[in-house]
């Protein structure tokens, strides 16, 4: 088999296209992957180890005025759970050099790695959602390049005529075609580089600064431009920027991101987008229908917060006995939508709760009991105005009666203003507020 295999082109080993692997051709550079794993050379996460093969391998892709470039792939940094070779991969690269578009490689000293997906072909691309953010990020709003991911190319490489993709979306009229999409980005810093709770906090709150001000009408830069809600807010999208000895909050991985304008359309494959343990309550329940909010993104990133200082006892040391009692919060990585509707549900509407918060995380604790608050009095006042509705109905009187809940905002208890107002200090301190906007508007609540 091997030998046959061996025998194929590249375009028709179905692995990844324009993939020139060494143990494609090479059988017996296998004999490393079948060593006990305190033999092996290579080295990265487990989760990585069947791609660490790929090492050293070259790959080819689209580049500028119809030529191709290649680069070297190194170590694997992510891959998500999913069909192997089918689910997102992230991998460190570097420039081979064969067709560099000039004399000297322009990409010889940053630190590149290549973002590997297979979406559907009619999703909007990352590059099109950072190309419209950074196309309004002038003047005084340049503070906002620094929060966001800095895509140097991407392509789209479709599968071939004949291909099993292709054979599918001939006999069945439903069938989602994909590409595979690549993006060579900088490579950023994880969470777990940050060093105190401090600089914790200020990524955190750049990340409010920058991405959710795409909802807020008046006031923030992203709603009132490219209008995007990102839909996947997770420990592993937030990244760290080092830049001039300042660290600055990134949220990275657009990819399941839509227009504001769209945020009714369903997402495709029919599958809640999001990372399980950090969706929103609302979205494990199977009477949910739509559409993604901005709380639910806020909820999102609370749920980031809330698992890292409780099952952290520094950012880059996870405990081994987390001591999270009901909530169960080390278990909410495996399990299934009812676990995590029940858990998530009580934690945002209990009158009740206090995280277990590890003792280097200390700080955090007032400001997640501030915004447990803000989330269980609008869950609140949203069950009175839906009843208030229901009642209204049945005594046939006019809907137009009712005042407006804002659903977004579960009524203002989670407007941008309010979120501000809890995040900017930490442990009596003021964070870093890198608008020229909102730093009027903070000066002008400390004058009141």
Known sequence: MIKRLCALPLEDLGFVPNLEADFIKNPASLLEAMK???????????????????????????????QTRTVRLRRVIFRSNGIIGRGTM?????CACR????????????????????????????????DRCKELAQGEHAWVSNHLPDLIWSFDIPFRDGSPQDNLGKTFKDYEMRVMRGVILEELKPLSSLKTARECAQVFYDIVQCEFSIYIKRHHWVWKYPKILHRDISQGNIMVREKNGKKYGVLNDWDLAIWLDDKRDGPTSQFRTGTKPYMAHEQHSSKWKGPHRY???????????????????????????????????????????????????????????????????????????????SFRFGFFD??????????????DRSHTQMNFFDEDTLGGHLSYEGIVSIVHVFEEEELETRGREWQLHL??????
Not at 39 to 62: A, H, N, R, V, Y
Not at 120 to 129: A, G, I, N, Q
């Open 36 to 66: 006990p794993p305190e033999q092996k050379t290579t080295t990265g996460p487990p989760s990585s180890e069947i791609f660490d093969l790929c090492q050293g391998s070259f790959f080819t892709f689209p580049y500028k005025n119809d």
């Open 295 to 373: 709380r639910h993104d806020l909820e999102s990133i609370f749920y980031v917060m809330l698992l890292l200082v409780c099952l952290y006892s520094r950012p880059d040391e996870k405990l081994r006995r987390p001591r999270t009692e009901g909530d169960r919060y080390e278990e909410w990585h495996q399990s299934d939508d009812e676990f995590l509707y029940d858990k998530k549900h009580r934690t945002v509407h209990a009158d009740d709760w206090e995280p277990p918060v590890t003792t280097f995380f200390f700080g955090f604790l007032l400001w997640l009991s501030r915004l447990q608050d």
């Open 99 to 130: 067709n560099c578009p000039s004399k000297q490689c322009d990409w010889k000293k940053k630190k590149l790695v290549l973002k590997m997906s297979f979406p559907s072909k009619t999703r909007v691309s990352e590059r099109t959602f950072m």
């Open 90 to 94: 992230v991998i460190r690269v570097e």
């Open 443 to 448: 000066e002008k609540l400390r004058r009141n």
């Open 382 to 395: 949203q069950g009175n105005f839906h009843r208030a509705v229901r009642n209204t109905a049945q005594l």
